[in-house]
């Protein structure tokens, strides 16, 4: 495609740009800058162009964006979702900066700062990669609506495969819609639901105080959804909810036992040559494990219990070795698990470990006691060990080795 193609904006018979949407009765220059006097010489009318209005710049010395002209919408672009961790990645950055061995991302290495700022960073979302267009990360250009593109016309609720799941494709994506011949989709997929019915525009607006940003994780945040919000009363349920809810998230019981884990790390396009991790990228897996996050847990779905579902992630010792030499060690790197917390997004109620269950065997499908077989679903040093043996220090606390029932190792 063209890149014109992506932008061109389609007027019918008798229909002018206002007609498209409300926000176009303003001017073009209004969010976009450029030279509205030249309108028949291309270089002129661009000179001063802004491609992406909604990315946030220093404009008047504040960082902030053209959505927050006058009478537009300034409060919500300067006081919420400015300090967002949709927009700020803070999560991201509370990583970095732990395995860099620092206290906060400011104190990384200038170098790691700037790759981070340069890379990492450009998956962000401005306002318009939810409400306009295709995001940036994701190829960009005005999303099709039918056989033509939308034609700059502006979305209050963001499209889910356009916008929501063009960025979260890799894990998200790949478990919510399912993959033919590996696993069906998520409940919540077939049955019509959509992203937005679980996180609310609150949390994808939401603010994160200053005090927090250095310490913040996307399961750290007040307005994360929890399956108890449309799931009450189901502590007692029955048998297994009874035995179990304390002990183990929902996740352990009803993700199905296979989804997207990533194992190669990369900067500048650079991808890990190494086969270990090329040979294993990505793997379909399932592993329960200690909760990394229990001691912090207090709010909602994420109670303190003892055992998590948890993902493999795409961070090497030498990720970040292409940025400069600064980079190239992470002091901390064996402080911070690479096998985290994960909800996964491919929920049934019914799959490999529940479907079929029934007293008086039903730790059939998951005791190793049981069944040797099901050692398979938990996260022990030896398989750590057998793959990726530089990172087993990094797993020490999520190993469930000498956390199980007497019999099971």
């Known amino acids: ?107 990384c290495p200038q170098t790691t700062i700037e790759g981070y700022n340069g890379e990492c960073a450009s998956c962000h979302a401005t306002c318009g990669d939810c409400h306009i267009a295709i995001p940036n990360s994701a190829g960009s250009g005005f999303p099709k609506t039918g056989p033509i593109y939308s034609s700059h016309k502006f979305y209050k609720t963001p499209d889910m495969q356009n916008n929501c799941t063009a960025c979260h494709g890799s894990r998200v994506a790949h478990d919510f819609y399912g993959e033919e011949g590996v696993r069906p989709g998520d409940v919540h997929y077939e049955n019509n639901m959509t992203c937005l019915e679980c996180h609310t525009q609150a949390e994808m607006h939401g603010a994160i105080a200053e005090t927090d940003q250095n310490s913040i994780s996307r399961y750290h945040y007040d307005q994360l959804p929890a399956c108890q919000d449309c799931h009450s009363g189901i502590t007692d349920a029955n048998l297994f909810h009874s035995y179990h809810i304390d002990d183990m998230t929902c996740y352990v019981c009803h993700s199905q036992t296979t989804y997207n884990n990533c194992t190669a790390c990369h900067v500048d396009n650079v991808w890990q040559t190494d086969p270990v991790y090329q040979n294993n990228n990505p793997v379909e897996d399932f592993r329960i494990g200690l909760n990394p996050l229990y001691s912090t847990f207090e709010q909602g779905d994420l109670r303190k219990v003892k055992f998590a579902t948890l993902r493999h992630i795409p961070i090497a010792p030498d990720s970040y070795a292409n940025w400069g030499a600064a980079s190239a060690s992470l002091p901390g790197y064996n402080t911070v698990p690479t096998w985290k917390y994960t909800s996964p997004h491919n929920i049934r109620r019914y799959n490999d470990l529940t479907e079929g269950v029934s007293l008086p065997d039903c730790y059939s499908k998951c005791h190793i006691s049981a069944n040797s077989a099901n050692k398979n679903y938990y996260l022990f040093k030896s398989y750590v060990d057998s793959f990726w043996s530089n990172e087993s220090d990094a797993n020490t606390p999520v190993f469930v080795d000498g956390h199980l029932p007497d019999g099971w190792e």
């Open 1 to 107: 495609m063209e890149p014109w193609e992506k932008i061109y904006i389609r007027l019918r018979t008798g229909q002018t740009i206002p007609d498209i949407d409300p926000h176009l009765q303003i001017a073009c220059v209004d969010c976009h800058g450029g030279n509205a006097s030249q309108p028949n010489n291309k270089e002129a009318a661009h000179t001063g162009l802004i491609a992406d209005p909604s990315e946030y710049r220093i404009i008047d010395g504040q960082r902030t964006n053209s959505c927050a002209g006058a009478n537009c919408h300034e409060s919500l672009v300067k006081d919420q979702y400015g300090k967002s961790l949709h927009q700020n990645l803070w999560g991201e950055k509370v990583m970095v900066a732990a395995r860099s061995g620092v206290q906060s991302f400011d104190q």
